[in-house]
């Protein structure tokens, strides 16, 4: 069965300071993968996508990256964090490919990073 | 607004009861999906309508689709306090990427 994992769980870091969290996916290959951010009581907002290695899409833009070094890990960074990046970020995959069909359509979430600028 | 607005934005009721939250969209779709929420927890896909299909039935989820007036409606019923939660809707618009646009979602309080 498919799994996702993101960590850390919880992050609290000072503006200014460089920022990584991980999100890997097992079980499947070559899936879509997404992170979005959530800000408290409100819906999801995607940042970033990637249907390869490599193949990054910015769907926002801001001082926020993403990278896909392997084909089932996504990495969301920063060099300098603001204020306002303080949120709930989600990672999240769906089955790929460009067959369309009900399974590929559904996206899967991990648990969450809560992140805090302070 | 965005696409996949949910109305309304918090709703509570008490056990036993139905619970129904409507979504409305802007721009043709693929398909329209239901997606639920614990607090601080990742989101759990619930149920998918393809944009021809008019209601799609899983348990105790009733889902409806009306293209014409592009919105959407989800239906609890015999609610429990365990489907307390956020539900967001969210749709696809059969774009490269199976990208989804999510709704600012309902918040259901349902009391015991």
């Known amino acids: 069965s498919q799994t996702i994992h993101q960590w850390p769980a919880t992050l609290v870091q000072p503006v200014g300071s460089p920022l990584s969290l991980e999100c890997t996916v097992e079980?499947?290959?070559?899936?879509?993968l997404y992170w979005y951010r959530q800000a408290a009581g409100r819906g999801l907002q995607l940042l970033f996508y990637?249907?390869?290695?490599?193949?990054i899409s910015s769907e926002v833009p801001q001082n926020l990256s993403a990278s896909r070094p392997q084909d089932r890990q996504f990495i969301l960074s920063s060099k300098k964090l603001l204020l306002s990046d303080s949120g709930f970020y989600l990672c999240?995959?769906?089955?790929?490919?460009?067959?369309?069909?009900?399974?590929?359509?559904?996206?899967?979430f991990g648990p969450g990073t809560r992140l805090l600028v302070l | 607004s965005q696409q996949g607005e949910e109305d309304p934005q918090a709703l509570s009721i008490q056990e036993g009861e139905n619970a129904t939250m409507n979504c409305s969209y802007k721009?043709?779709?693929?398909?329209l999906q239901w997606y639920r929420q614990n607090s601080g927890r990742g989101l759990v896909h619930l149920i998918l309508?393809?944009?021809?299909?008019r209601e799609k039935h899983s348990g105790r989820l009733r889902v409806t689709l009306d293209t014409s007036k592009k919105s959407s409606s989800l239906l609890i019923t015999a609610s429990r306090a365990a489907d307390t939660a956020s539900y967001f809707c969210?749709?696809?618009?059969?774009?490269?990427?199976?990208?989804?646009?999510f709704g600012g979602g309902t918040r259901l309080m349902v009391k015991p």
């Open positions: 999240a995959w769906n089955r790929g490919g460009s067959v369309s069909g009900r399974t590929r359509q559904t996206q899967y």
């Open positions: 079980g499947t290959s070559n899936p879509n």
């Open positions: 990637s249907v390869g290695i490599g193949q």
């Open positions: 721009t043709s779709i693929n398909n």
């Open positions: 309508i393809r944009s021809n299909e």
């Open positions: 969210a749709t696809d618009k059969g774009n490269a990427g199976n990208m989804l646009t």
